[in-house]
């Protein structure tokens, strides 16, 4: 559901860009009740030709790693819940790139001998309450605060994706399920549930 736009101007490996998008996957929907498969990163390599998308700071050319994400707002998210979010992210980031939680290690990005060393700070961390609306994988999005409710009323959408052989929906109801994303109204625990729609439970 969330969008996170990762515009970097400091070359990174396909492994750094793996790990960094699972790292952001990871800090949102734990900071959350997003499951992971609505998380959604897309890296914007700028490394080569970093004036190609001008960006200025005070007024000045300044190529920068940045990054801007698209969320969801609420009464449910707090002023802490996003500066925690930011705070996790940026030191996601210089794990990934500059080698420790606080940037003090040696980078990890690739550059050839005698080259100037690219900048690897990640300077700005934007959080944006721009999703009104919208379809991922053919379900509405939830308003924010609402994904416990949108999660039992698609449920058996879900699973009926998964028993199809989606692998990706496979992974949505055994994450659910791990994490006990919904809650139990009417008794019956989550693995109840899901063993009654896959044809399994005593109901089925």
């Known amino acids: 559901m969330p969008l996170?736009?990762?515009?970097?101007?400091?070359?990174?490996?396909?492994?750094?860009?793996?790990?960094?998008?699972?790292?952001?996957?990871?800090?949102?929907?734990?900071?959350?009740?997003?499951?992971?498969?609505?998380?959604?990163?897309?890296?914007?390599?700028?490394?080569?030709?970093?004036?190609?998308?001008?960006?200025y700071v005070g007024g000045k050319r300044r190529p920068i790693n940045r990054i801007c994400a698209s969320v969801r707002t609420g009464p449910s998210r707090t002023q802490k819940d996003w500066d925690s979010l930011s705070a996790e992210i940026l030191g996601a980031w210089n794990r990934t790139?500059?080698?420790?939680?606080?940037?003090?290690?040696?980078?990890?990005?690739?550059?050839?001998?005698?080259q100037d060393r690219p900048d690897v700070e990640l300077r700005v961390v934007f959080v944006t309450g721009s999703i009104l609306g919208g379809i991922e994988a053919g379900f509405r999005i939830p308003a924010a605060?609402?994904?416990?409710?949108?999660?039992?009323?698609?449920?058996?959408?879900f699973v009926k994706k998964a028993q199809a052989g989606d692998e990706d929906f496979k992974e949505?109801?055994?994450?659910?399920?791990?994490?006990?994303?919904?809650?139990?109204?009417?008794?019956?625990?989550?693995?109840?549930?899901?063993?009654?729609?896959?044809?399994?439970g005593d109901s089925a």
């Open 145 to 157: 605060g609402e994904d416990v409710t949108w999660l039992q009323k698609n449920w058996e959408g």
């Open 172 to 200: 949505l109801v055994r994450e659910v399920e791990e994490r006990g994303l919904m809650r139990p109204g009417d008794g019956k625990t989550e693995q109840q549930r899901l063993e009654e729609l896959l044809g399994w």
């Open 4 to 55: 996170y736009e990762v515009h970097h101007i400091c070359p990174l490996s396909i492994n750094q860009q793996d790990e960094f998008a699972e790292a952001i996957t990871t800090i949102h929907s734990n900071k959350f009740t997003t499951p992971k498969l609505f998380v959604n990163i897309v890296f914007h390599d700028e490394s080569s030709n970093p004036d190609a998308t001008p960006y």
């Open 97 to 114: 790139v500059r080698g420790g939680p606080d940037g003090a290690g040696a980078p990890l990005h690739p550059f050839k001998r005698g």
